[in-house]
C-alpha cells in the first residue's frame, strides 16, 4: 500500500502536482528588446520596444530610468544627452485575475555621434535581466 501511495504522489509531483495548464495561467516569456535609431545632425534619437508575454504588473524592466544602457561607436562610449518619453501598454492574459499581463514599453534616448560613425553598438540591461546586445546601423 505504501508502495502505492508512494507512486501516486511521485506521479503527482512529476506531472506538475496542481499547477496545471488548465489552471488559466500562460507561461512567463523573457522579455525581447529592439531599438530603431533616427539620425538628427550629430545626435541620434533611439527607439526602444521592450516586450514581456506574461509578466507580472509592474515589473522592473517597465522602468527604463533603472535600466543601464552603453551606447558606444568604434569602441568609444557616446554621451547621452536627453531621456525621452515612456509609455507602457498592459493587456491582461492568463486568467484575468491581474497577475499577468503582456507589457509593452516604448522609450526614447538621445546620443551624441560624430560625424562618420554609420554604426552603434548597444548594451541595455534591464534590472535583474541578462543584457541585451544590438547593433544599430545609422541613417
Not at 506531472?15 to 535609431?37: L, M, N, Y
Request: proline share 6%; glycine share 12%.
Amino acid at each position: 500500500m505504501r508502495c502505492i501511495a508512494l507512486a501516486l504522489f511521485v506521479a503527482a509531483i512529476g506531472c506538475g502536482g496542481s499547477h496545471t495548464p488548465s489552471d488559466g495561467a500562460v507561461r512567463t516569456e523573457p522579455i525581447e528588446v529592439s531599438v530603431d535609431a533616427v539620425r538628427f545632425g550629430g545626435a541620434v534619437h533611439l527607439r526602444v520596444l521592450v516586450r514581456g508575454y506574461g509578466h507580472g504588473p509592474n515589473e522592473a524592466f517597465e522602468h527604463p530610468e533603472r535600466w543601464v544602457i552603453v551606447a558606444t561607436a568604434r569602441g568609444v562610449e557616446l554621451k547621452r544627452v536627453v531621456n525621452g518619453s515612456r509609455t507602457v501598454d498592459r493587456q491582461p492574459v492568463g486568467r484575468g485575475d491581474g497577475n499577468q499581463w503582456d507589457v509593452r514599453v516604448r522609450f526614447t534616448i538621445g546620443y551624441a555621434v560624430p560625424r562618420g560613425i554609420d554604426k552603434l553598438e548597444l548594451a541595455l540591461t534591464p534590472p535583474g535581466d541578462r543584457t541585451h546586445r544590438l547593433q544599430v546601423d545609422l541613417d
